[in-house]
């Protein structure tokens, strides 16, 4: 289950089919996101929630209600894309969303979605005063921290597109509308990079490619998922 915002929705667009294309691996998706959320405003919405029970704005239930809806294996959690890179923003709302998994779905792994840094050319980065290379390496220390603080494994989404876009700048991942979110590119990639962390499988044994990614290029990005 992802407790996150787009960029987790970006990553698990491809998920399921990627999973079930390999022989013996299944998952099931909770979506536990809301397009925009910052880990504050999660923090917040769960204190909320449980003032107000008729409030459910994780797509029409509370994080409570997700958390109780099945027997979650995982439970992912992640900073907002234009905070990743801040590290002050992190806690203490990381640790009270952390808190509310460990009470309701305690059999739960959480793992860190390490989210990918804005494209070069993204206009927001002018805004923020960094590069995007800035950007990924203050997203991938704050990640860190949080991995160590809770012992759990890290989803490197944004270590892949920071490898690929070095290697090959031609296979663009980014989103032509706003160079931040990813593209049909990017969510394959990301997908690539959840399915070898959560089943410990090589992405090359993936069969499974979008009709709007040539197999060359899926290959490639299977590729750079599996280092």
Not at 83 to 105: C, G, H, I, M, W
């Given at each position: 289950m992802t407790i996150g915002n787009s960029f987790a929705n ?40 449980e003032l107000d029970p008729t409030l459910k704005p994780h ?169």
């Amino acid at each position: 289950m992802t407790i996150g915002n787009s960029f987790a929705n970006n990553a698990c667009k491809y998920l399921k089919q990627i999973t079930e294309s390999v022989e013996g691996c299944n998952i099931i998706i909770g979506n536990a996101n809301i397009g925009g959320c910052y880990l504050e405003k999660h923090a917040d919405l769960i204190r909320q929630s449980e003032l107000d029970p008729t409030l459910k704005p994780h797509n029409g239930k509370s994080l409570k209600e997700w958390l109780l809806t099945d027997d979650w294996d995982i439970v992912t959690i992640q900073q907002v894309s234009h905070l990743s890179f801040k590290a002050e923003t992190y806690q203490p709302y990381a640790d009270e969303v952390r808190d509310y998994v460990n009470k309701y779905a305690p059999q739960a792994k959480i793992y860190i979605h390490e989210t990918w840094a804005y494209a070069p050319d993204c206009p927001r980065l002018k805004g923020f005063g960094i590069t995007s290379d800035q950007m990924f390496q203050g997203l991938k220390n704050n990640y860190q921290v949080l991995s160590k603080r809770y012992n759990s494994p890290i989803l490197p989404s944004g270590d892949a597109f920071y490898r690929s876009f070095k290697k090959k700048e031609g296979i663009d991942l980014w989103s032509s509308k706003d160079r931040f979110h990813a593209n049909d590119n990017g969510c394959y990639l990301a997908a690539c990079v959840w399915f070898k962390e959560l089943f410990g499988k090589s992405p090359k044994k993936i069969k499974y490619i979008p009709e709007e990614i040539s197999k060359k290029t899926a290959r490639y990005l299977r590729r750079v998922a599996s280092k």
